[in-house]
């Protein structure tokens, strides 16, 4: 496949309406801590200012689009763990384009061929959640369930995935949050807009490339 030039993307600057609204959104599910968030030579999505200037409304995608009505053919999907993007293909054109956040160190999303094996617009995690008391209280947020013990009098609460596409066990693409670098537990999190996209037009065995 044949990415286009990243001249060619369509690159936007959210109105301070839009910025006011995406500060109030965090989406954190299946979050996990990392280093690269505070530090000031990361580059989020582009940008090349210090995540301490800029807000998080800033660092959303600014480069997402979708535009399948120019081509029909079947789908197929590419993600870049090196560029954290995703490629969106209807035969061999390129109809939709769409920033995403992977797995972080140590829990790298697995490079390899792989299918969509199951599509659940409510998705919760039954891996990646937080651990909560009888009265809703969290004493434990953003574990993995296996790596974590549970606090006594606790239960589990797994993390929303909406828009969830399982490309192999365990891992899929959903609506997440992007901080603009590799933060999650292994899957691909995607601006809400562009899961939501996806998830409409994505049937059951679409190939999906996991590629560095």
Not at 48 to 59: D, H, K, V, W
Request: glycine share 8%; proline share 7%.
């Amino acid at each position: 496949m044949i990415k286009l030039s990243r001249g060619m993307y369509f690159l936007f600057r959210p109105s301070l309406l839009l910025v006011a609204i995406l500060s109030i959104l965090f989406f954190s599910s299946c979050a996990s801590y990392d280093h690269r968030l505070n530090d000031p030579r990361t580059d989020y999505l582009g940008l090349r200012e210090p995540f301490a200037s800029q807000t998080r409304a800033e660092l959303a995608d600014r480069s997402s689009y979708w535009d399948e009505d120019v081509s029909t053919g079947s789908p197929s999907i590419l993600i870049d763990l090196s560029e954290q993007k995703l490629y969106y293909y209807k035969g061999n054109k390129l109809v939709g384009l769409s920033a995403v956040s992977t797995g972080s160190e140590g829990r790298e999303t697995k490079i390899g061929h792989y299918k969509i094996m199951k599509k659940d617009l409510h998705h919760v995690s039954s891996e990646c959640g937080d651990y909560v008391d009888s009265h809703g209280k969290i004493l434990l947020k953003n574990i993995v369930l296996k790596e974590v013990p549970m606090p006594p009098g606790a239960h589990f609460v797994g993390s929303p995935m909406p828009f969830y596409m399982m490309i192999y066990p365990g891992v899929g693409m959903h609506a997440g949050f992007l901080p603009g670098v590799p933060d999650s537990h292994g899957c691909i999190r995607l601006p809400i807009s562009m899961a939501k996209t996806f998830f409409e037009v994505t049937p059951l065995g679409t190939p999906v490339t996991v590629e560095r």
